[in-house]
Nanobody, 126 residues
Framework: QVQLVESGGGLVQAGGSLTLSCATSGRTLSNYGMGWFRQAPGKERAFVAAIDRDGGSTVYTDSVKGRFTISRDDTKNTLSLQMNSLKPEDTALYYC???????????????????WGQGTQVTVSS
């Protein structure tokens, strides 16, 4: 079993930055591919970014490319999402997720993730 706890959300003005963190416990983070998803009010959960088990491969949804950076620190069992140049449309509840995966594998499909956190709210004001 893997427990995931997100933190770092908050209220920020458009153009600002936030860094989300996801702390894991229960299993070694290095065994899992990781991802960030978000859900805006009235919308379905959507893929944001993913990283493979050794951090060598990342993938982003088009709307955040060049603004967001996903990273992992397996020594601290922590996943991060650095978000720059935030826009009001980035407002959502952000979730981290973990999947049992082979090396060099990333996924944008929510159904392929085995464990989820409770989410952290990001609100971007215009």
């Amino acid at each position: 079993q893997v427990q995931l706890v997100e933190s770092g959300g908050g209220l920020v003005q458009a153009g600002g930055s936030l860094t989300l963190s996801c702390a894991t416990s229960g299993r070694t983070l290095s065994n899992y591919g990781m991802g960030w998803f978000r859900q805006a009010p009235g919308k379905e959960r959507a893929f944001v970014a993913a990283i493979d088990r050794d951090g060598g491969s990342t993938v982003y949804t088009d709307s955040v490319k060049g603004r967001f950076t996903i990273s992992r620190d397996d020594t601290k069992n922590t996943l991060s999402l650095q978000m720059n140049s935030l826009k009001p449309e980035d407002t959502a509840l952000y979730y981290c997720a973990a999947r049992r995966a082979s090396y060099h594998s990333t996924s944008y499909r929510a159904r392929e993730y085995d464990y989820w956190g409770q989410g952290t709210q990001v609100t971007v004001s215009s």
